[in-house]
């Protein structure tokens, strides 16, 4: 599935986390190994750069964390990163360079990329925000399935296992997600794509492409 892999989706020279994709092909793989892996990372940052706070939270001195904001460990943020007024960062959390986490926005085990935007209301749970995705207010990731089986992915009518029990999204590069959007557990959205507002989405949505609504996807001109 050539669509949904590592390679199709993101440039990996965009984010400090580049090196858990090693020797995987799909990003959904890499989700059980967030946690070790910050720790990991943490460890080897520079201390002119980054500051250790409480257990296993690295903070890149020129980030701006508001007094508000609740972050636990493991958890990274990258260099230029806002982490804004009560931001809530469960843990296994790798925030990018210049990245945005805002006002009541939850994370939880995920990894964003450099410049991603998650700055009003959002939940994004067991996921992947390539390089300068941006998910409006209130669009949130929902990552487990109402009937708690597995998560598979449709993939132009195909379905792909994922062998796991929580799986949000996957965003590829300079993803828009419109306010009040809802992705459903195993999203993945191809680079440059723009979703409408109020959407549900469900499975693979392809690269250079607008979502109008389920069964509604069009090519960028």
């Given at each position: 599935?050539k669509e949904?892999?590592?390679?199709s989706?993101?440039?990996?020279?965009?984010?400090i986390?580049?090196?858990?994709?090693?020797?995987v092909?799909?990003?959904y793989e890499v989700l059980p190994k967030?946690g070790?892996?910050?720790?990991?990372l943490?460890?080897?940052?520079?201390?002119?750069?980054?500051q250790?706070?409480?257990?296993n939270?690295w903070i890149?001195?020129?980030?701006v964390v508001?007094?508000?904001?609740?972050i636990h460990?493991?958890a990274i943020?990258?260099?230029g990163?806002?982490?804004r007024?009560?931001?809530f960062?469960?843990?296994?959390?790798l925030?990018?360079?210049?990245?945005?986490v805002g006002n009541?926005?939850?994370?939880?085990?995920?990894i964003?990329?450099?410049?991603?935007?998650?700055?009003?209301y959002?939940?994004?749970g067991?996921?992947?925000?390539g390089y300068?995705?941006?998910m409006?207010?209130g669009s949130?990731?929902s990552?487990?399935?109402?009937?708690?089986?597995?998560?598979?992915?449709?993939?132009?009518g195909?379905?792909?296992?994922?062998?796991?029990k929580?799986?949000?999204?996957?965003l590829?590069?300079e993803v828009?997600i419109g306010?009040?959007?809802?992705l459903?557990p195993?999203s993945?959205?191809g680079?440059?794509t723009n979703?409408y507002?109020?959407s549900m989405?469900?499975?693979?949505?392809?690269?250079?492409?607008?979502y109008k609504k389920?069964?509604?996807i069009?090519?960028k001109?």
């Amino acid at each position: 599935m050539k669509e949904i892999e590592i390679s199709s989706l993101f440039d990996l020279s965009n984010t400090i986390a580049a090196d858990i994709f090693n020797g995987v092909t799909y990003p959904y793989e890499v989700l059980p190994k967030i946690g070790d892996f910050i720790i990991q990372l943490g460890a080897s940052l520079p201390a002119d750069r980054f500051q250790k706070i409480g257990e296993n939270v690295w903070i890149a001195k020129s980030a701006v964390v508001a007094e508000t904001a609740s972050i636990h460990g493991p958890a990274i943020i990258d260099e230029g990163a806002e982490v804004r007024h009560c931001a809530f960062i469960r843990g296994n959390a790798l925030v990018g360079k210049n990245a945005v986490v805002g006002n009541s926005t939850e994370l939880k085990n995920v990894i964003l990329f450099d410049s991603v935007q998650v700055p009003h209301y959002n939940y994004v749970g067991d996921s992947i925000l390539g390089y300068k995705s941006h998910m409006g207010a209130g669009s949130i990731t929902s990552n487990v399935k109402s009937d708690k089986t597995l998560v598979e992915i449709n993939v132009k009518g195909e379905k792909v296992k994922t062998n796991l029990k929580k799986m949000g999204a996957v965003l590829g590069d300079e993803v828009e997600i419109g306010c009040g959007s809802i992705l459903n557990p195993g999203s993945i959205i191809g680079k440059h794509t723009n979703i409408y507002p109020l959407s549900m989405v469900r499975g693979y949505v392809p690269a250079e492409s607008i979502y109008k609504k389920q069964g509604e996807i069009v090519e960028k001109n």
